[in-house]
């Protein structure tokens, strides 16, 4: 059987659990990864790369033609 799709929000969410469970925050481990594993750049929201000429495309095809 194979393993299922993992969406970005559930990847994160089980990075945030590992990197949470059963580490020190005295431990040496603990201190390299909080100072050297950056957390990625959040990515930017889909309606900002939408274009003007999308929607002028939209509202162009719902005009009635005469």
Do not use: C, I, Y
Not at 11 to 16: F, I
Not at 45 to 57: D, G, I, T, Y
């Amino acid at each position: 059987m194979a393993k299922p799709h993992l969406s970005k929000q559930r990847v994160a969410k089980m990075r945030e659990r590992e990197a949470n469970v059963g580490v020190d925050p005295e431990d040496e481990a603990a201190r390299w990864l909080a100072e050297n594993d950056a957390t990625p750049p959040p990515e930017p929201p889909k309606a900002a790369r939408k274009s003007k000429l999308l929607h002028q495309f939209r509202a162009r095809g719902t005009r009635t033609r005469p």
